[in-house]
C-alpha cells in the first residue's frame, strides 16, 4: 500500500505560478513511476504529466508542454509539478498516483494508488 499527500493547490491569477508536491509514505517510493492528473468539474479526469522510477524520462500532455514541468525527489519520497504561465483553463482538482507495474503513463487505469486531490483555481 503507498499512500499519497498531495499539496501547494490554492486560488491564483492568469499568468502566475503554482508548485504542487506528492508525498508518499514508502520508501520504495522510487521503485515506481509518478503521474500526474486533473478533473474539472462534469468531466473525466485527464492526464497532465508523468515520470519514470529514475526522472529519467516525462511525459506531458499537449496542453500543459512547456509550461509544466514533473519531478521527483526520490530520497525525500516526493514528487512535484511546477506549473508555470498558469491559464483559466488550468482551473482542476489535481491528483498525483503511483503506478506499480506497467509502461502506459497516460490512462487513469494503469495507475495503482492515488491521493486525495488538491484544488487549483486560476481565475482571469
Known amino acids: 500500500q503507498v499512500q499519497l499527500v498531495e499539496s501547494g493547490g490554492g486560488l491564483v491569477q492568469a499568468g502566475d505560478s503554482l508548485r504542487l508536491s506528492c508525498a508518499a509514505s514508502?520508501?520504495?517510493?522510487?521503485?515506481?513511476?509518478m503521474g500526474w492528473f486533473r478533473q474539472a468539474p462534469g468531466v473525466e479526469r485527464d492526464f497532465v504529466a508523468a515520470i519514470n522510477w529514475s526522472g529519467a524520462s516525462t511525459y506531458y500532455a499537449d496542453s500543459v508542454k512547456g509550461r509544466f514541468t514533473i519531478s521527483r525527489d526520490n530520497a525525500k519520497n516526493t514528487a512535484y509539478l511546477q506549473m508555470n504561465s498558469l491559464k483559466p483553463e488550468d482551473t482542476a482538482v489535481y491528483y498525483c498516483?503511483?503506478?506499480?507495474?506497467?509502461?502506459?503513463?497516460?490512462?487513469?487505469?494503469?495507475?495503482?494508488?492515488w491521493g486525495q486531490g488538491t484544488q487549483v483555481t486560476v481565475s482571469s
Open positions: 514508502r520508501r520504495t517510493f522510487s521503485d515506481y513511476a
Open positions: 498516483a503511483v503506478q506499480v507495474r506497467g509502461s502506459n503513463y497516460y490512462t487513469v487505469s494503469s495507475y495503482d494508488y
